[in-house]
């Protein structure tokens, strides 16, 4: 079996339009466990995205304040931007039942095409469980509370954004 690189590296990565507080709460979890945690923001031209990358990933710098955790964008495979970063594990966070198939799907195909990354599920905290990005923006844009939601900047950016600014 191959040693543990040192010091470990691993990759959080999603789409984070925008970071929710499930996502802060993996990012903590998932940090513990690495000496540098990446968080990767795909790169994808995605007409429907609400922020831009940029924006996104400044989102995240400005809501997380742990020395060990880094912000990036990738394109690509992600396991070709994890071997690139030299991470030997990819975090996923599992809130529920149904997100299992499909992650299961992406951490076979990946396993298939990188077998020397591995994925980790991680459990969100049970208060997160129910929260996702597409779901925090439904609810902002019906003029919902989406207080606790996400860190207090970006539920103040998402209002703004959806008011047209
Ligand atoms: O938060 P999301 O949108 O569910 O994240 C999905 C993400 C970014 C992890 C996934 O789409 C991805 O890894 N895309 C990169 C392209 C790739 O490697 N595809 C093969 C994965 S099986």
């Keep these: 079996m191959a ?13 984070f339009d925008p970071l929710t507080s499930g996502h802060v709460d993996l990012i903590h979890r ?3 466990l ?8 795909l790169q994808h031209p995605d007409k429907n995205a609400l922020f831009s990358v940029e924006e996104r990933m400044e989102m995240i710098r400005e809501s997380i304040h742990l020395q060990s ?8 495979l992600l396991v070709e931007f994890a071997a690139r970063r030299n991470a030997a594990v990819i975090f996923r966070g599992i809130r ?3 997100d299992y198939e499909y992650e299961l799907q992406m951490a076979l195909m990946n396993r ?19 929260i996702s990005s597409r779901l925090v923006k439904e609810v902002a844009r019906l003029g919902g509370d989406i207080s606790g ?8 950016r998402l209002k703004r954004r959806l008011s047209g600014d």
Excluded at 3 to 15: A, E, F, L, R
Excluded at 34 to 41: C, F, M, P, R
Excluded at 149 to 156: D, R, S, Y
């Design 3 to 15: 040693s543990k690189p040192h010091p470990s590296v691993g990759i959080y990565p999603g789409s």
């Design 30 to 32: 998932a940090a513990r």
């Design 34 to 41: 690495v000496d540098t945690l990446i968080v990767a923001i």
């Design 69 to 76: 955790v880094k912000v990036e964008a990738f394109d690509g």
């Design 96 to 98: 529920a039942v149904s």
């Design 112 to 130: 298939r095409l990188k077998p020397e990354v591995e994925t980790v599920f991680l459990m969100s905290g049970e208060a997160y469980s129910f």
């Design 149 to 156: 939601l996400t860190p207090p900047g970006i539920a103040a």
